[in-house]
């Protein structure tokens, strides 16, 4: 490699940054402005720079006592009409579950950032992992909805913690932001620009007169008005099943029209929560399914396979859950076999072989706290294609 | 793949100052318009344990992030060898420590030994072998320009430590611009 030319002059707005980092730009720029947190690696440069950074723009930063305390006190900031945010890895994500499922069903717009490693238990605090899928759709208990993001570098963290506000505010909804450790403590030259006069997504407030308010009483859209606090709409919230009024009930309409509204209320915003990117799917033979940092691998096993013949193509949630799955079946349906490399024991293979029912699924799975590479995914890929190739032509 | 990638590890121990200088490189390397990836990999223990911060450089955006195939090794400690060597390119260039890395495996790859951490002691503190060998590595593989590595460890030092770092950034490039004159080994030790 040549020394570097210095008549290039450096763009201003390109910066070394780290995934975690942008996540409290990201943070930032969506208007959020609390943050209560107890740190844990791979996840603490979240809160240690929005320690510094929300105090000059009026926000508010807590250390709290610990994981469970962090997220009720987002919800109590959410509740008192601010954007709030929380960070933690695998044993705080596990703790603050019975507080996320009271977000989503008391339809608590927050963010909570889950940087995945090591696990279970508290595993590999400092290795990568992709362990979490699962818990982050399914980590809370009884039937409730949930968006989980999962973004695969270091400006798409950037991007999509603003987009994990926006959805929030829009749909009522607890937001997962799920990357590994890789992708959290990598740092990555980026350009952004400038986010100040963006205009961010606000949730719907209450408005009009202030007796025939019902706290949740949904519209067309699915989702109820919050009332500001101090706005003088009278507001009960509970994790009790409610009717439309917010108080408790156990009557069996009451319980199947609120809850059956909560449980389909994404349904109805999925062109704005749905989101993916395919590389090279039109002709491919083998498609590849992964996210994160295997995703990052298998967009460089693409160049090597086909520099092998080998027709390769990749399917990246980027959105997780609601997993984009009409858009998979889709992509899939041009392809001989389907490759899923996760750093787990199979969990988005599972999803993968669920959406698509009957199409040969391989999972590549490895836990070890090391990530899979562009070789071994190439190679598996290459494999998959002969033997599809033998079978068609047997 | 004919891709402009360069990939450069500076490996050692917990404690040593790997990922603050690798960071050192990744901002100079940054100013001058270069796309760059830095990744670390270290143990949960505030000192000692294997450690790692790996650069992947590349004129465009950077896909897979990770090391893959080093094109540089900078070993500060025995215990980066292992998990290291079977990612050097054939003919890739390492860097080792002539006090904590005295024996080299096998392999086509050239080596120069330096004394990083004895040139660090001398100045005053071990500490600053990192930033030794950053020079070192800067001279040796001529990939960003002096000033702009220079500006990225002022940027990056505290003042009480800014004249030591300087200097021992200055020691470095003199044991790497030293070492370009004389033989680099190709065999073991």
């Known amino acids: ?394 | 793949m004919r891709d402009s990638r360069v990939e450069i590890r500076i490996g050692g121990t917990g404690g040593q100052g790997l990922i603050l200088c690798a960071k050192m490189l990744a901002d100079a390397l940054a100013a001058a318009g270069k796309h760059v990836a830095q990744s670390q990999t270290y143990e949960p223990t505030s000192r000692g344990g294997y450690c790692n911060s790996d650069l992947v450089i590349s004129d465009g955006e950077v896909d897979f992030p990770l090391a893959t195939a080093l094109d540089w090794l900078v070993l500060l400690d025995r215990l980066a060898i292992r998990p290291s060597w079977p990612l050097l390119k054939p003919g890739a260039l390492v860097i080792a420590d002539t006090r904590l890395c005295p024996d080299l495996p096998e392999g086509d790859r050239r080596a120069h030994h330096l004394p990083l951490s004895r040139t660090a002691i001398e100045l005053g503190s071990e500490r600053v072998a990192n930033i030794v060998a950053l020079g070192a590595l800067a001279a040796l593989a001529e990939i960003c320009e002096r000033r702009a590595l220079e500006q990225a460890v002022r940027a990056d030092t505290p003042r009480s430590f800014l004249d030591l770092n300087l200097d021992a950034l200055a020691a470095g490039y003199r044991l790497g611009e030293q070492a370009i004159t004389a033989p680099s080994s190709t065999s073991a030790g």
């Open chain 1, 1 to 394: 490699m040549n020394a570097v030319d210095t008549a290039l002059a450096p763009k201003p707005a390109v910066r070394l940054i780290s995934g975690n980092h942008a996540c409290a730009l990201g943070a930032l720029a969506a208007g959020c402005r609390f943050f209560a947190g107890y740190p844990i690696t791979p996840s603490s440069e979240i809160a240690e720079r929005l320690s510094r950074l929300l105090p000059e723009v009026d926000g508010v930063f807590v250390q709290m006592e610990d994981e469970i305390a962090s997220i009720a006190a987002v919800i109590g900031a959410s509740m008192g009409g601010v954007k709030a945010l929380t960070a933690t890895s695998g044993p705080g994500f596990s703790l603050k579950q019975e507080n996320i499922g009271y977000a989503a069903g008391a339809e608590i717009p927050c963010v909570i950032v889950n940087v995945m490693r090591g696990g279970p238990s508290t595993g590999m605090p400092t290795r990568p992992a992709q362990g979490d899928i699962m818990q982050a759709r399914w980590g809370s208990h009884g039937d409730y909805p949930i968006v989980v993001l999962a973004p695969a570098s270091v400006r798409e963290i950037y991007d999509e913690t603003m987009r994990a506000f926006d959805l929030a505010e829009t749909c009522r909804t607890p937001v997962v932001l799920l990357y590994d450790q890789v992708i959290a403590q990598l740092a990555e030259t980026v350009e952004l620009g400038d986010t100040s006069d963006l205009a961010r997504t606000e949730r719907k407030w209450a408005s009009g007169p202030r007796a025939a308010y019902q706290p949740y009483a949904a519209d067309e859209d699915g989702i109820p008005a919050m009332s500001r606090p101090g706005a003088g709409y009278r507001v009960h919230t509970t994790g009790l099943n409610h009717a439309e009024n917010g108080f408790p009930t156990q009557n069996p309409e009451a319980v199947a029209r609120n809850l059956g509204r909560l449980l389909t209320k994404l349904d109805r915003h999925r062109d704005a929560i749905d989101s993916w990117q395919t590389i090279n799917c039109d002709d491919a033979e083998v498609l590849i399914v992964a996210i994160g940092i295997s995703a990052r691998a298998a967009t460089r096993a693409l160049d090597i396979a086909r520099a092998r013949g080998v027709r390769a193509g990749l399917f990246r949630p980027i959105t997780l859950w609601p997993f984009p799955e009409t858009a998979l079946r889709e992509v899939a349906a041009r392809a001989r076999a389907v490759l899923v490399p996760e750093m787990n024991a199979g969990q988005l293979s599972l999803e993968v072989e669920r959406i698509l029912g009957g199409k040969r699924v391989e999972g590549m799975h490895r836990f070890n706290g090391e990530p899979i590479t562009p070789a071994e995914i190439a190679a598996r890929a290459e494999s998959l294609a002969k033997a599809a190739l033998a079978k068609e032509t047997r």
